[in-house]
């Protein structure tokens, strides 16, 4: 009955590093069948090979083996403004970008007035991009990219950029011409939440290889508990799954309540506190500390942030290994669960950063000390209000 | 796709530039003049009974647009970088585009030749529209090249530095700023045809002898048969590793 608009067997994709003596496997034996009209999500860690899968489907790479069958005219958007010529103008860059994309001049006449409107950066059309603030860089791009006519919709983490508002009206735009025009779109996301509203069916991919696809909140909740669980196996210190010079890593993160010294489960409304040991494997002492712990919720939104710099309090020369403690004497986190991304700066050099360095639980506390306790689990923030009449 | 690349380049080239487009129709007048100087002030050299500003200026247009379209399209792919990296486009469009940019410049070139032949007495006017297809010959044998060349300087970036260098030693050795009776006469009889091999020369040579009526060397179809060669074993040689691009760049 459905027909097909993309049809996946056996793809698997070899690249070589390092002039070809050794090779790894960004894809492995993937099969996967996307229906005409859907929006298909694709999830997973960094390097599991969606962006690889991604490159494949618009045609900028090939596959080692097996192939992929995409039925329909083909735009890809793994990057916004990719092609824009800093010195041209606005409305110059808008036939570059379309032509390249795949536009005919003519089609881009006819979208012009709607691509400018949807862009809001109609008073500076005329302005050379290089002028133009970063927000109205992107906002432009992906105004093209969304009046692409196309069977078949690439896109590729362009949503992270960009100000709320206006990720909020690509997502509408996005999901009504998927619904009004049969258009099916392929999208990776790192957002849960983005990634469960906007996709009728996901797919998890690690290490290259397909692990489940399905029912998009499944499968954003299979995802996150594996997350959960491997976050928990590997003590933090042994962890692979981490970026930067490394100069300096962390070794633990410990976030826990002072009262009752316990571990990675907090009271809302209570005191909570950080302790955070580090390592230096070559330095004798380290010149610069800059140290960030972010806060997101488990649907990967960001939340908040801890972090030295934030209140400007400088480590200098500290000794090459040690801990630095950071006391909330408030914890305004909502009852749920959230996850800490570490980042770690020597010298304003990106040391170590881990994704979901640590989990933890919010449990439900009496925050205004009203009496009232809040019991719903929706992973939010609580803020200080007086209300009058 | 190739217009809309063309446009780009055309349109950012002087951007932010003083003289502008005053830029196209300074810098042929100026190596003219240089060339002047050097070769027939210094150095005396004969132009075959021509006026020697006409007789440069009819070599140097077409060598200027042969050497632009290489030299441009040599990096075009390693510029975009960054598109092919992320978009589906037809990358043949970024060093072919080059040839349709550089036209401008052998336009001009062509309007200041004819204002330094309306100085000459005995010019064949009619033979002013041999420029054409000699300017045709000259783009396929530059991007020929330039496919080649930027198809190969992507997994061997030292074309970079080879490609100006080269350019520059070619432009001596080809007949622009002498005749090339002169370079016939240096080169024993039966090696005569190497010269051929470079394109430019033959292309030249037979510009200036329908011209000019100067005369020409048996060899010159060497030169257009190796220009066709270029530009099909090019195309050939780009189509056979587009797929590949994107992974190795």
Redesign the interface.
Known sequence: MTNKAISIEGLSKE?SISKGKDKFWALKDIDLQINAGKVMGLIGPNGAGKSTLL?IL?????PTKGRALLNGS?A?L??VG??F?P??SGR?NI??NG????MSKSDIKKEMEEIVEFSGVGKFLDT?VKHYSSGMYVRLAFSVAAHLRSDILLIDEVLAVGDAQFQKKCLAKMSSTTRDENRTVVFVSHNMSIARNLCDEIAYIEQGELQMVGDSKKVTDHYLKTLHGKSLDQPLKDRKDRSGTGEVLFEEIDFFDPKTNRSKTLICGEAAEFRVDYASRNREQIGDLVLHLNVFNDDGNYLASFSNQLVNVPYKNLEAQGTVHCSIPKLSLMPGNYYIKASLFVNGQRSDIVDRAINFEVLEGDYFGSGSFYKKRVPGIFLEQHWRI | ?LL?FA??DY??RY??TFLGYGWSLFQPIASVAVLFLVFKKMMGIESEGVGYLPFVMSGLLLWNYFNFVISQSASALLNAQ????????PKICLPLSKAIVGLVAPLVGFLILVIFLAQESNTNWLGLLYFFPALLVTSMASMGLGLWTSALSIRFRDLQQIIPFVLQILFFLTPIAYSSQLANSIVPKNLEFLLYLNPMTGIIESFRSVLFATPASDFIWISFVVSFALFISGLRYFQKIE??I??II
Not at chain 1, 58 to 62: A, E, F, L, S, V
């Open positions: 690249y490159k618009g045609k900028i790479t090939y083909i890809s793994l990057e990719t092609g010529h010195e041209l110059e036939f570059l032509s390249i994309l795949g050379p | 796709m809309s446009t780009r349109k950012v951007a932010q960054n598109m092919i990296r992320k978009i589906y486009f797929m590949k994107a992974d």
